[in-house]
């Protein structure tokens, strides 16, 4: 965005940032026997085009895969292109990753657009990839593939560092089994469309629809103490609360007990999930994961940044 902005001033054009949503493959799965199945998304549209504009674009336009464009030659692809944008101006300049394709089988690549841009009156700019210092010292590319394989490692705290920010599961608290409550440790269960980390107990910090920030101890995966399925369940910590004492459940002042938004930004990773004989040590247990998230919240602010 920044090299987009640069190329702009001087051409007194503007900047916009060009999206595929949904992912290619949602589309290419239901239309191509034995395509793949797209990725988890890391992120809703909505909040990719607002982080869009606040890095300088001046319009966010969302591709639908499913309008014909992945059936398009690349030069129909680029034709379209130019032609939908027509009302902003002519294209003075095209920028991509190095390993950017388009076009019907992806026969486009990065060489075929530096020259359909001659053709056309456009020129092209390839950017690489940012390299980002992980907690292990190694230098990754930063890419969402990387961040997906970090996260399904449990990093949470090294794909903040490619993300620029912590990665954040939204979505909507949902009716669970409702155990939590009786061994004085409610939770809100979360259900996301966002990819979620590899199983294991995390820090957090939750978003209320208020606005108010809290810290949270996050299971996501399996609870084999009580042979129960994969879920997402966050324990908000509420000021002044107390670790696994029995007192009486109550919904969160303001809120009904189900349907209203979260968001839990994941900060670090706390133990992998485990069976516990009791729910004496499961309880003891909870608790000290609690004042770790809580103490982990508060030291890992604000995320970290490694460019390379």
Same mark, same amino acid.
């Given at each position: 965005?920044?090299?987009?902005?640069?190329?702009?001033?001087?051409?007194?054009?503007?900047?916009?940032?060009?999206?595929?949503?949904?992912?290619?493959?949602?589309?290419?799965?239901?239309?191509?026997?034995?395509?793949?199945?797209?990725?988890?998304?890391?992120?809703?549209?909505?909040?990719?085009?607002?982080?869009?504009?606040?890095?300088?674009?001046?319009?966010?336009?969302?591709?639908?895969?499913?309008?014909?464009?992945?059936?398009?030659?690349?030069?129909?692809?680029?034709?379209?292109?130019?032609?939908?944008?027509?009302?902003?101006?002519?294209?003075?300049?095209?920028?991509? &990753?190095?390993?950017?394709?388009? &076009?019907?089988?992806?026969?486009?690549?990065?060489?075929?657009?530096?020259?359909? &841009?001659?053709?056309?009156?456009?020129?092209?700019?390839?950017?690489?990839?940012?390299?980002?210092?992980?907690?292990?010292?190694?230098?990754?590319?930063?890419?969402?593939?990387?961040?997906?394989?970090?996260?399904?490692?449990?990093?949470?705290?090294?794909?903040?560092?490619?993300?620029?920010?912590?990665?954040?599961?939204?979505?909507?608290?949902?009716?669970?089994?409702?155990? &939590?409550?009786?061994?004085?440790?409610?939770?809100?269960?979360?259900?996301?469309?966002?990819?979620?980390?590899?199983?294991?107990?995390?820090?957090?910090?939750?978003?209320?629809?208020?606005?108010?920030?809290?810290?949270?101890?996050?299971?996501?995966?399996?609870?084999?103490?009580?042979?129960?399925?994969?879920?997402?369940?966050?324990?908000?910590?509420?000021?002044?609360?107390?670790?696994?004492?029995?007192?009486?459940?109550?919904?969160?002042?303001?809120?009904?007990?189900?349907?209203?938004?979260?968001?839990?930004?994941?900060?670090?990773?706390?133990?992998?999930?485990?069976?516990?004989?009791?729910?004496?040590?499961?309880?003891?247990?909870?608790?000290?994961?609690?004042?770790?998230?809580?103490?982990?919240?508060?030291?890992?602010?604000?995320?970290?940044?490694?460019?390379?």
């Amino acid at each position: 965005m920044a090299r987009a902005r640069e190329l702009a001033l001087p051409l007194g054009g503007r900047v916009v940032a060009m999206v595929f949503d949904p992912h290619p493959m949602d589309v290419l799965r239901t239309t191509v026997h034995g395509a793949q199945a797209a990725p988890a998304i890391l992120r809703t549209f909505d909040k990719r085009r607002a982080w869009l504009t606040d890095a300088g674009a001046d319009h966010v336009e969302r591709i639908d895969p499913a309008s014909g464009v992945l059936s398009l030659s690349p030069e129909q692809f680029v034709h379209r292109v130019i032609a939908e944008h027509a009302h902003l101006g002519p294209v003075g300049a095209w920028i991509e &990753g190095p390993d950017f394709r388009f &076009g019907q089988g992806r026969a486009g690549d990065t060489q075929v657009l530096t020259t359909l &841009g001659v053709g056309c009156g456009f020129s092209t700019h390839i950017i690489e990839h940012l390299g980002v210092a992980t907690s292990d010292h190694q230098i990754v590319p930063c890419r969402s593939s990387t961040v997906r394989r970090l996260l399904s490692a449990g990093r949470v705290f090294d794909a903040a560092a490619l993300l620029g920010r912590w990665h954040a599961l939204v979505g909507t608290v949902v009716p669970g089994d409702r155990r &939590g409550r009786t061994i004085g440790i409610p939770t809100a269960n979360l259900q996301t469309p966002i990819l979620a980390p590899g199983p294991g107990v995390y820090a957090a910090l939750a978003t209320l629809p208020d606005g108010q920030r809290l810290a949270a101890a996050v299971n996501i995966g399996p609870r084999p103490t009580f042979d129960r399925p994969e879920t997402i369940e966050a324990h908000l910590i509420l000021p002044g609360s107390s670790r696994g004492a029995h007192t009486a459940w109550a919904p969160i002042a303001g809120l009904p007990e189900y349907g209203w938004p979260l968001t839990l930004e994941l900060v670090s990773f706390i133990r992998e999930t485990m069976r516990f004989a009791s729910i004496d040590d499961l309880r003891g247990q909870l608790a000290r994961d609690i004042d770790r998230a809580a103490r982990l919240v508060t030291l890992l602010s604000p995320p970290p940044s490694h460019t390379a």
